[in-house]
């Protein structure tokens, strides 16, 4: 369809990157289950793989099924093009590598996705990385965390696991002042919740894995680029504005505008990471994404009714669910994420250590296990399981302390939720 701003979410989330197949009319948007793609003569092939023409070449850099789907999410998410890559991992990977070298690092916020902490923390120093671990909160610490080798800011908009609402206006003009781009994890928010480009940031992503796929089925991940960034202000960033070997000296920025980001994470990222998404992938999450509003409705509204109970319950600490008025983050959620803080949180049980993997051990409808936004209500004790590289300072520090509790909390009946966590707490604090 032809787009424009004047059509709602609703409408995008079905409707964006898809038309009548041109081959057969399918209305829906078939599985383009192909690794190459024929050319037509000679010339043809000679102007695709000189980047004169956008076409199909080969499906390690694009495919149509996959296409589809960058097209939704980088309109969901006001993009000016996108990237999907074979995990959100991935697309960490991805949305660095345009940006970094040797010696080059970022400033990240200390509140993580904890498998993100690791990648930061170890694998980065394999590429000659590194990345400084900052309390986002603390704005002065971040302005003073930039120096001449940052090439980005990279915070979650809803962090994970304690659900936190991060201030993105105020890093994005800290960004724009170093002369950096922010990046933001939208994962936890979705676009439905917050368009984090429309808050400053240069670039999004994703672990499709989560919510935009909403039923555990496939990994994936996604680069969305706002096209606003300007790669040529100065020398930080000569993947995009320095003339490019491989294509016989082309200057990313200045042949693609806009769209510069976006076709260097195909022609270069795609073409020599290789982390691509397969079409198989990418169709379950454009199923999926049909219904993201109103799954994330359900989500967010079921999170609530959760946290509410869970904070008046004696047995229970704290609940770190920025929704909740108690929550030092519910006036953010309202400029951030008016539709609501998402439905992840944190929380304390009394008993500690001990009494979480109790009540994790004793919970029916919630699964144990190592994921988030999937239909069902997941839960995991963080401290023994994706946060337990880290020493129990850094697990404090990234909201994962050894006494709390991580909620994913799904769509299926609120009430049905609370009395499960009824009667597993009553077990993990007898
Ligand atoms: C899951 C997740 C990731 C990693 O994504 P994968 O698809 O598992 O590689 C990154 N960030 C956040 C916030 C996540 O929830």
């Known amino acids: 369809m032809t787009q424009g701003p004047t059509y709602g979410f609703d409408t995008l989330q079905i409707h964006a990157g898809a038309r009548p197949d041109p081959a057969t009319g399918a209305r829906q948007v078939p599985i383009y289950q192909t690794t190459a793609y024929v050319f037509r003569d000679a010339d043809h092939a000679a102007a695709l793989f000189n980047l004169q023409e956008v076409g199909y070449i080969y499906s390690r850099l694009t495919n149509p099924t996959v296409a589809a789907l960058q097209e939704r999410i980088a309109t969901l998410e006001g993009g000016a093009g996108a990237v999907c890559c074979s995990s959100g991992h991935a697309a960490q990977i991805m949305a660095l590598f345009p940006l970094m070298g040797p010696g080059l690092n970022i400033v990240a916020s200390s509140r993580l996705y904890g498998g993100t ?8 120093k394999r590429f000659g990385w590194s990345a400084k671990f900052v309390d986002f909160d603390d704005l002065a610490a971040v302005k003073a965390a930039i120096d001449d080798n940052t090439r980005a800011i990279f915070g979650e908009t809803i962090a994970n696991p304690g659900g936190y609402v991060t201030d993105l206006p105020a890093l994005a003009a800290i960004a724009d002042a170093a002369g950096i781009p922010l990046i933001v994890d939208n994962t936890s928010a979705t676009p439905y919740l917050c368009r984090p480009i429309e808050h400053g ?23 969305v680029d706002s096209g606003k960034f300007n790669w040529s202000a100065s020398d930080k960033f000569p993947s995009l504005s320095a003339p490019e070997p491989a294509y016989h000296g082309l200057r990313f920025h200045e042949t693609f505008g806009s769209l510069a980001y976006t076709f260097h994470s195909i022609a270069i990222g795609l073409r020599d990471l290789g982390m691509t998404m397969n079409p198989q992938a990418a169709h379950y999450t454009l199923m999926g994404i049909e219904t993201l509003s109103l799954r994330m409705d359900k989500h967010v509204a079921n999170a609530k009714r959760v946290a509410e109970w869970l904070e008046n319950d004696p047995r229970v600490d704290y609940v770190t669910y920025a929704g909740l008025k108690s929550s030092p983050y519910h006036k953010r959620v309202g400029s951030i994420c ?14 500690g250590y001990k009494a979480c993997v109790k009540l994790v051990d004793s919970l029916e409808i919630f699964s144990h296990v190592a ?3 999937d239909a069902r209500s997941l839960v995991i004790h963080s401290a023994s399981t994706t946060h337990r590289q880290l020493t129990v300072e850094q697990q404090r520090a990234a909201g994962a302390a050894p006494e709390v509790v991580r909620l994913s909390i799904g769509i299926e009946d609120a009430d049905d939720l609370i009395a499960d966590l009824d009667q597993a707490l009553a077990k993990a604090t007898a």
């Open 117 to 124: 902490i690791t990648q930061f923390s170890q694998t980065f």
């Open 201 to 223: 940031a240069t670039l999004v992503v994703h672990s499709t894995t989560k919510y935009l796929t909403g039923n555990g089925t496939v990994t994936g991940g996604c680069v």
């Open 338 to 351: 008016p539709k609501g803080a998402g439905a992840l949180f944190t929380f304390a049980v009394k008993g």
């Open 371 to 373: 994921n988030l936004g």
